[in-house]
Protein backbone atom coordinates (compact mmCIF):
# COMPACT_ATOMS: atom_id res chain seq x y z
CA UNK A 1 0.00 0.00 0.00
CA UNK A 2 1.29 3.66 -0.76
CA UNK A 3 0.84 5.79 2.08
CA UNK A 4 1.66 9.97 1.79
CA UNK A 5 5.02 10.73 3.14
CA UNK A 6 4.12 13.65 5.72
CA UNK A 7 6.12 16.65 7.23
CA UNK A 8 7.91 17.00 10.65
CA UNK A 9 5.27 19.33 12.37
CA UNK A 10 3.14 17.50 14.68
CA UNK A 11 4.88 14.31 13.71
CA UNK A 12 3.86 11.90 16.17
CA UNK A 13 -0.21 13.14 15.75
CA UNK A 14 -0.05 13.28 12.37
CA UNK A 15 1.79 9.53 11.90
CA UNK A 16 -1.61 8.38 14.56
CA UNK A 17 -4.17 10.21 12.52
CA UNK A 18 -2.75 8.70 9.07
CA UNK A 19 -2.75 5.10 10.37
CA UNK A 20 -5.99 5.54 12.20
CA UNK A 21 -7.54 6.68 8.87
CA UNK A 22 -6.62 3.90 7.23
CA UNK A 23 -7.68 1.15 9.37
CA UNK A 24 -11.45 2.72 9.99
CA UNK A 25 -11.14 2.93 6.33
CA UNK A 26 -10.14 -0.89 6.25
CA UNK A 27 -7.33 -0.10 3.63
CA UNK A 28 -5.30 -2.03 6.48
CA UNK A 29 -7.63 -4.94 6.64
CA UNK A 30 -8.78 -7.04 9.88
CA UNK A 31 -5.96 -9.23 11.38
CA UNK A 32 -3.21 -7.89 8.96
CA UNK A 33 0.09 -7.76 10.71
CA UNK A 34 1.66 -4.12 11.09
CA UNK A 35 5.19 -3.79 9.94
CA UNK A 36 7.05 -0.98 11.86
CA UNK A 37 10.14 -0.82 9.20
CA UNK A 38 7.58 -0.35 6.35
CA UNK A 39 5.41 1.96 7.96
CA UNK A 40 8.62 3.91 8.40
CA UNK A 41 9.86 3.74 5.28
CA UNK A 42 6.46 4.56 3.36
CA UNK A 43 5.28 7.59 5.63
CA UNK A 44 8.86 8.90 5.54
CA UNK A 45 9.70 8.62 9.19
CA UNK A 46 11.74 7.03 11.95
CA UNK A 47 10.05 4.16 13.65
CA UNK A 48 9.49 5.77 17.21
CA UNK A 49 6.48 7.94 15.82
CA UNK A 50 5.06 4.52 14.16
CA UNK A 51 5.21 2.31 18.10
CA UNK A 52 3.96 5.35 19.66
CA UNK A 53 1.28 5.64 17.09
CA UNK A 54 0.40 1.86 17.69
CA UNK A 55 0.79 2.46 21.48
CA UNK A 56 -2.23 4.66 21.27
CA UNK A 57 -4.57 2.68 18.68
CA UNK A 58 -4.08 -0.38 20.71
CA UNK A 59 -5.82 1.86 23.77
CA UNK A 60 -8.36 2.93 21.34
CA UNK A 61 -8.64 -1.18 20.70
CA UNK A 62 -8.11 -0.44 17.19
CA UNK A 63 -4.62 -2.66 16.99
CA UNK A 64 -3.37 -5.29 19.29
CA UNK A 65 -0.10 -6.33 20.06
CA UNK A 66 1.54 -10.19 20.58
CA UNK A 67 4.29 -10.80 22.26
CA UNK A 68 7.15 -11.58 20.34
CA UNK A 69 4.72 -12.12 17.16
CA UNK A 70 3.69 -8.58 15.93
CA UNK A 71 1.37 -5.91 15.92
CA UNK A 72 -2.09 -6.91 13.89
CA UNK A 73 -5.50 -4.68 13.25
CA UNK A 74 -8.23 -5.65 14.91
CA UNK A 75 -11.14 -7.07 13.63
CA UNK A 76 -14.66 -5.74 15.27
CA UNK A 77 -17.02 -8.44 16.30
CA UNK A 78 -20.47 -8.99 18.10
CA UNK A 79 -19.10 -9.70 21.01
CA UNK A 80 -17.23 -6.04 20.80
CA UNK A 81 -20.37 -4.09 19.97
CA UNK A 82 -22.22 -5.93 23.10
CA UNK A 83 -19.48 -4.98 25.50
CA UNK A 84 -19.07 -1.42 24.12
CA UNK A 85 -22.77 -0.36 24.42
CA UNK A 86 -22.64 -1.64 28.05
CA UNK A 87 -20.41 0.38 28.85
CA UNK A 88 -21.66 3.62 27.01
CA UNK A 89 -25.09 2.93 28.50
CA UNK A 90 -23.50 2.98 32.15
CA UNK A 91 -21.44 6.09 31.29
CA UNK A 92 -24.55 7.49 30.06
CA UNK A 93 -27.18 6.70 32.55
CA UNK A 94 -24.38 8.28 35.04
CA UNK A 95 -24.98 11.56 33.62
CA UNK A 96 -28.72 11.06 33.75
CA UNK A 97 -27.85 10.70 37.60
CA UNK A 98 -26.28 14.28 37.65
CA UNK A 99 -29.28 15.98 36.13
CA UNK A 100 -30.73 16.91 39.21
CA UNK A 101 -27.34 18.78 40.66
CA UNK A 102 -27.43 21.11 37.90
CA UNK A 103 -28.87 24.50 38.04
CA UNK A 104 -31.64 25.49 35.82
CA UNK A 105 -29.59 27.55 34.22
CA UNK A 106 -26.80 25.12 33.44
CA UNK A 107 -29.09 22.12 32.31
CA UNK A 108 -30.77 25.08 29.84
CA UNK A 109 -27.40 25.54 28.31
CA UNK A 110 -26.68 22.17 27.86
CA UNK A 111 -30.19 21.43 26.23
CA UNK A 112 -29.09 24.18 23.97
CA UNK A 113 -26.01 22.79 22.99
CA UNK A 114 -27.56 19.18 22.35
CA UNK A 115 -30.83 21.14 20.28
CA UNK A 116 -28.09 22.86 17.95
CA UNK A 117 -26.25 19.33 17.18
CA UNK A 118 -29.95 17.95 16.53
CA UNK A 119 -31.08 20.47 14.57
CA UNK A 120 -28.20 20.39 12.30
CA UNK A 121 -28.22 16.67 11.52
CA UNK A 122 -31.74 16.94 10.81
CA UNK A 123 -31.69 19.72 8.43
CA UNK A 124 -28.42 17.59 6.49
CA UNK A 125 -29.90 14.26 6.51
CA UNK A 126 -31.88 14.62 3.66
CA UNK A 127 -29.74 18.10 2.56
CA UNK A 128 -26.49 15.88 1.36
CA UNK A 129 -24.92 12.71 0.37
CA UNK A 130 -25.77 10.23 3.01
CA UNK A 131 -22.01 8.91 3.16
CA UNK A 132 -20.80 12.70 3.65
CA UNK A 133 -23.94 12.43 6.26
CA UNK A 134 -22.21 9.75 8.40
CA UNK A 135 -18.92 11.06 8.10
CA UNK A 136 -19.96 14.39 9.70
CA UNK A 137 -20.56 12.24 12.88
CA UNK A 138 -23.18 14.27 14.15
CA UNK A 139 -24.70 11.02 16.54
CA UNK A 140 -21.18 11.15 18.10
CA UNK A 141 -21.28 14.83 18.54
CA UNK A 142 -24.74 14.47 20.31
CA UNK A 143 -22.90 11.34 22.57
CA UNK A 144 -20.48 13.50 23.60
CA UNK A 145 -22.19 16.26 24.35
CA UNK A 146 -24.48 14.55 26.17
CA UNK A 147 -21.69 12.64 28.31
CA UNK A 148 -20.14 16.41 28.88
CA UNK A 149 -23.16 17.14 30.95
CA UNK A 150 -21.58 14.94 33.54
CA UNK A 151 -18.49 17.10 33.60
CA UNK A 152 -15.90 14.22 34.30
CA UNK A 153 -13.38 14.39 31.54
CA UNK A 154 -11.73 11.27 31.99
CA UNK A 155 -15.28 9.90 31.19
CA UNK A 156 -16.02 11.72 27.96
CA UNK A 157 -12.74 10.28 27.06
CA UNK A 158 -13.31 6.87 27.87
CA UNK A 159 -16.56 7.39 25.80
CA UNK A 160 -14.58 8.78 22.92
CA UNK A 161 -12.05 6.07 22.54
CA UNK A 162 -15.26 3.69 22.19
CA UNK A 163 -16.68 5.45 19.84
CA UNK A 164 -14.36 3.52 16.79
CA UNK A 165 -16.40 1.18 15.90
CA UNK A 166 -19.13 4.18 15.25
CA UNK A 167 -16.02 4.90 12.25
CA UNK A 168 -15.74 1.42 10.86
CA UNK A 169 -19.41 1.20 10.73
CA UNK A 170 -20.31 4.07 9.01
CA UNK A 171 -17.16 3.82 6.48
CA UNK A 172 -18.40 0.11 5.92
CA UNK A 173 -21.69 0.80 5.12
CA UNK A 174 -23.20 -0.47 8.54
CA UNK A 175 -25.41 2.12 9.00
CA UNK A 176 -29.08 2.57 7.08
CA UNK A 177 -30.89 6.00 6.27
CA UNK A 178 -33.90 4.63 8.72
CA UNK A 179 -31.17 3.53 11.39
CA UNK A 180 -30.23 7.21 11.43
CA UNK A 181 -33.47 8.60 11.35
CA UNK A 182 -34.86 6.55 14.26
CA UNK A 183 -31.82 7.81 16.47
CA UNK A 184 -32.65 11.41 15.48
CA UNK A 185 -36.47 10.80 16.99
CA UNK A 186 -34.66 8.93 20.09
CA UNK A 187 -32.42 11.96 20.67
CA UNK A 188 -35.20 14.37 20.11
CA UNK A 189 -36.74 11.68 23.53
CA UNK A 190 -33.71 12.28 25.30
CA UNK A 191 -34.13 15.84 25.40
CA UNK A 192 -37.67 15.80 25.94
CA UNK A 193 -36.81 13.94 29.41
CA UNK A 194 -34.09 16.42 29.91
CA UNK A 195 -36.38 19.69 29.90
CA UNK A 196 -38.83 18.13 32.29
CA UNK A 197 -35.64 17.05 34.28
CA UNK A 198 -37.48 13.28 34.72
CA UNK A 199 -34.85 11.45 35.37
CA UNK A 200 -36.53 7.63 35.20
CA UNK A 201 -37.99 8.83 31.48
CA UNK A 202 -34.09 10.63 30.59
CA UNK A 203 -33.47 6.62 32.05
CA UNK A 204 -35.43 4.98 29.96
CA UNK A 205 -35.31 6.95 26.51
CA UNK A 206 -31.61 6.29 26.91
CA UNK A 207 -32.01 2.82 27.43
CA UNK A 208 -34.41 2.37 24.35
CA UNK A 209 -32.03 4.39 22.16
CA UNK A 210 -28.47 2.07 23.05
CA UNK A 211 -31.24 -1.27 23.40
CA UNK A 212 -31.86 -0.06 19.61
CA UNK A 213 -29.24 0.65 18.26
CA UNK A 214 -26.84 -2.20 19.90
CA UNK A 215 -30.16 -4.73 17.62
CA UNK A 216 -29.63 -2.77 14.53
CA UNK A 217 -26.40 -2.68 14.49
CA UNK A 218 -26.07 -6.62 15.24
CA UNK A 219 -28.13 -7.63 12.74
CA UNK A 220 -26.15 -5.07 9.91
CA UNK A 221 -23.22 -7.24 11.34
CA UNK A 222 -24.49 -10.49 10.98
CA UNK A 223 -25.92 -9.98 7.29
CA UNK A 224 -21.63 -8.61 6.69
CA UNK A 225 -20.09 -12.14 8.37
CA UNK A 226 -20.40 -11.38 11.43
CA UNK A 227 -17.15 -9.16 11.93
CA UNK A 228 -15.55 -6.26 10.18
Not at 87 to 115: F, H
Not at 171 to 194: G, P, R
Request: hydrophobic share 45%; charged share 25%.
Amino acid sequence: MDLPKIDNSNLWDKTYMILKERIVRREFKPNQKLLIPELAVQLGVSRTPIRDALNRLEMDGLVKTVSKVGTFVCALEIEDILDIIDTRLMLELWVAEKIPSLSSAELADKIGKLEAILEQSTNSINQIPFGSYLRSDYNLLFHIEFINIGGNRRNTEIYLSMMNYHFLAAENDLFTKEMVTSAIDQHYAIIDALKERNTDALKAAINLHLDDSRIRLIKQLQANGGKL
